[in-house]
């Protein structure tokens, strides 16, 4: 679940069976969360529960001090971070990895992927729409995926709800599904109901694996 902005919603999101937390770093999105604050989330969450850091395009040195600060377990990277940036942070900020997001749409090519498979553990797929570099709320064509030739697990992003979820993994059977705006009240307040539907579909779907 990205877009964490307070305990509540963390505890919430937990113990119905997210295994993974976002915290968005990026001052202008209407979900951006201080450093500090993050933290102050981070500290009451039970052990084996993953923190994601979204950045974009920001200085190598302060995504370092955040992912420090706030105990970050991975670096999700939205802008136009190339191989070497990701290799930076993947080396400096060790334990901690890092996954490169990409907004899908026709331009995309394999050769846009490859290049990054040696210095990241995973690959979000969101949407592309113009102007903007993520949480459209937006799906994109699934069918655009099988061309990519993704050498790293895949984490499906996009316009992701109760309604579409169980589709959506059925399609196109990614390592993990990254979900937001579709289980909110408003942009940083989750919507607990929907989170627990969603939570229900996710593992219907599992079971039909």
Request: net charge negative; aromatic share 8%.
């Amino acid at each position: 679940m990205c877009g964490t902005t307070n305990i509540v919603d963390a505890r919430e999101a937990v113990y119905s069976g997210v295994d993974a937390l976002g915290f968005i770093f990026v001052e202008k999105s209407p979900r951006y969360i201080p450093a500090q604050k993050a933290g102050e989330v981070v500290a009451c969450l039970p052990p084996f529960v993953d923190r994601v850091g979204v950045f974009i395009d920001r200085d190598v040195q302060e995504v370092l001090e955040i992912i420090l600060e706030v105990g970050l377990t991975y670096a999700q990277l939205h802008g136009g971070e190339d191989p070497s940036y990701c290799r930076q942070i993947a080396r400096m900020a060790a334990p901690c990895k890092v996954i490169k997001a990409f907004r899908v749409g026709l331009e995309n090519r394999a050769a846009d992927f490859a290049r990054y498979n040696d210095v990241v553990c995973g690959f979000l797929l969101d949407t592309y729409i113009q102007g903007q570099a993520g949480g459209t709320g937006q799906v994109f064509d699934w069918r655009l995926i099988e061309g990519l030739d993704l050498q790293r697990p895949v984490i499906l992003a996009g316009g992701l709800r109760p309604e579409n979820i169980l589709e959506a993994i059925r399609m196109v059977r990614p390592f993990g599904v990254d979900v937001n705006s579709g289980v909110e009240v408003t942009p940083g307040i989750k919507d607990h109901q929907k989170l627990h539907e969603l939570i229900d579909q996710v593992r219907l779907a599992d079971s039909r694996v």
